[in-house]
């Protein structure tokens, strides 16, 4: 009798250890690849405040990728920039995060390749602002940049101005619980000309231009194997310190890595590191 008491106890001591919730020091980090650079934007400054903001909500860790020429300064934007042309460049990471904007790219194998890596191997990416315009001088020629992206984007407004982000689907754990509208200062709105089949809108933003039009500035895609979480925001270094902002890129990509609950929690393990 007092065997089988033992055993019993052992048995469920066994259960709840098995159902007690991983930390972060129980699971490997997210293993993200950053990559940055191109036009118009402090990639650099932005690269520190990204990092460290999503570090500081999730188990993340990072590498990046940022080409500068011989003086420390940003490639121009017909860069084909050097870990694209690795057949294997994607191998190894649980993600990664494009903010990038070589817009003057003409060659279609090359672009076509990006996004295949992805669609095929499954691997998921977080798309960031100037990303939408990477590669458009390709438009003409190729669909799958913008496929992969989810949105298709030529132009945007004038910046410096202050958006209203206001949420359209509450419902989505990347939204859940989040203010149903925050502001964005010293940011430009993106001109989404096209929503791409496996695009679903979480939030929008009205224009400054013409009240009576709003534009999709979050959402998330489906590009062949890989799920996608996309923003056009993200333009001032200000936006990266705005805390409901790195909330939803937190949240944004866990979502794509399949490691937020459905309540919008980072699921166990995932969350940031105790200090």
């Known amino acids: 009798m007092v065997k089988r008491v033992l055993a019993v106890c052992l048995w469920a001591l066994g259960v709840a250890v098995l159902a007690a919730p991983a ?46 020429n011989a003086k420390g300064g940003e490639m121009p934007g017909n860069t084909m920039i050097d870990i694209y042309k690795k057949p294997d ?16 790219v003409k060659d ?20 960031i602002h100037g990303t939408l315009h990477a590669y458009r001088d390709l438009d003409k020629l190729t669909d799958a ?29 990347i939204m859940i619980g989040l203010p149903e509208t925050w502001n964005t200062p010293n940011e430009e709105l993106y001109v ?15 224009s400054a231009d013409d009240a009576t039009k709003d534009y999709t500035t979050i959402w998330v895609n489906t590009c062949g194997k890989a799920k996608v979480f996309g923003t056009s925001i993200g333009h001032a270094n200000t ?22 609950d459905d309540k919008g929690q ?4 995932y969350g940031p590191k105790a200090k």
């Open 89 to 104: 460049w994607i191998k190894g990471y649980d993600v990664v995060v494009h903010n990038e904007c070589y817009a003057e």
């Open 108 to 127: 279609k194998d090359f672009v076509e390749s990006i996004a295949r890596a992805h669609s095929e191997s499954g691997v998921p990416g977080v798309v």
């Open 266 to 269: 980072p699921k166990p393990g």
């Open 239 to 260: 936006t990266y310190q705005i805390p409901t902002y790195m909330d939803v890129m937190a949240r944004g990509l866990l979502w794509a890595c399949d490691k937020l």
């Open 23 to 68: 930390s972060a020091e129980d699971v490997k980090p997210i293993k993200a690849l950053l990559i940055t650079g191109g036009n118009a934007h402090d990639y650099k400054g932005q690269a520190k405040l990204l990092t460290e903001g999503l570090s500081a909500r999730a188990n993340i860790e990072w590498t990046i990728e940022h080409p500068v």
């Open 145 to 173: 940049w913008r496929l992969f992206l989810g949105v298709t984007s030529d132009h945007h407004e004038a910046g410096g101005k202050t958006l209203e982000v206001k949420t359209v689907k509450a419902d989505h754990p």
């Open 192 to 206: 989404i000309g096209k929503e791409w089949p496996q695009c679903v809108p979480l939030a929008k933003c009205k």
